[in-house]
């Protein structure tokens, strides 16, 4: 099988189990756009993003650094480009203390840079 990136309006049943390992405690929010990346029919990752502001983004801890990250990240730029938006924005304090730092490290080196606290890209036309 391959790496899947689900685009969602609503997370299924079947993939709650995994995502709520994913969550870490974390609440999904009632409305947003849901990117769901799957393996072998489990989700390794998720992310969701309201218009410009990417409010979360993690990857099972056991699934990292296999760049499942990268490409989750690639389509949600895809999609938000698509949809007319010039920049994403991400607060890395949306991630557990332990984890922000390594958040933004990854959103560094993929195009994002720091603005006021909140790391920012430009998407590609």
Request: glycine content about 6%.
């Amino acid at each position: 099988m391959r790496l899947t990136i689900h685009r969602l309006e609503q997370i299924p049943a079947v993939h709650r189990h995994h995502v709520d390992i994913i969550l870490q405690g974390r609440g999904l929010p009632g409305q947003a756009v849901f990117y769901l990346a799957t393996f072998n029919d489990k989700a390794v990752a998720l992310a969701w993003r309201e218009q410009e502001r990417l409010d979360f983004i993690a990857v099972r801890d056991i699934t990292r650094r296999r760049g499942i990250g990268q490409e989750l990240l690639q389509q949600i730029k895809s999609d938000a480009l698509a949809a007319g938006l010039t920049r994403l924005t991400c607060n890395p304090a949306q991630a557990p203390s332990a984890q922000q730092a390594e958040l933004a490290a990854f959103l560094t080196s993929q195009g994002f840079n720091t603005q006021a606290g909140m790391l920012s890209c430009c998407l590609e036309h």
